[in-house]
């Protein structure tokens, strides 16, 4: 069942933190950079031999997808649109890690750097915002900073979420 009023709320909550231009600015390159090094950090963890023997390529990085599972109910619970939007960008995103990987470039440690340096520059725009992130209130902002880059996507192309 979708909560758009719940989604507002957490929007609006989030937004508090994020009010000048330059921190909204790194913010919406660093959360999707993020977000990416998320993906590639799960995407790293090798599965025990014995199921990586049994259930062939397929099931090889199944780790990304169970650990989304539950955020992507989240998203779902609060705006079908968006979480439909949020797995349409993560599916081309494992695909992207597939192929760093296929090149044998090491995902971890590309998502190790990007990490480090999407961080830093988070952290620099809340110096310069004057205010804690949001998620040193409560870890589910974690999974809120994607929704609100989104939003503001949303809302550039005229789109309700």
């Not at 790293?44 to 990085?61: D, M, Y």
């Not at 979480?83 to 695909?95: D, G, H, N, R």
């Not at 809120?144 to 503001?152: E, F, K, V, Y």
């Amino acid at each position: 069942m979708e909560n758009t009023t719940e989604l507002h709320a957490w929007l609006d909550e989030y937004s508090l933190s994020h009010q000048n231009p330059t921190n909204i600015l790194i913010h919406k390159i660093c959360v999707p950079a993020i977000t990416f090094t998320v993906l590639g950090f799960l995407w790293s963890i090798p599965l025990p031999k014995f199921i990586q023997q049994n259930a062939g390529q397929v099931f090889s990085h199944v780790i990304p997808m169970v650990v989304i599972g539950p955020i992507l109910a989240f998203y779902f619970r609060l705006s079908t649109k968006m979480a439909i939007t949020m797995l349409m960008l993560i599916l081309p995103t494992l695909a992207l890690l597939a192929k760093i990987e296929q090149k044998q470039i090491g995902v971890f440690r590309v998502s190790l750097i990007i990490f480090i340096v999407a961080w830093i520059g988070q952290f620099i725009g809340h110096d310069i915002e004057g205010k804690k992130p949001s998620f040193f209130q409560d870890l589910q902002f974690l999974a809120i900073g994607p929704l609100w880059t989104l939003a503001s996507a949303f809302r550039a192309l005229g789109i309700e979420y």
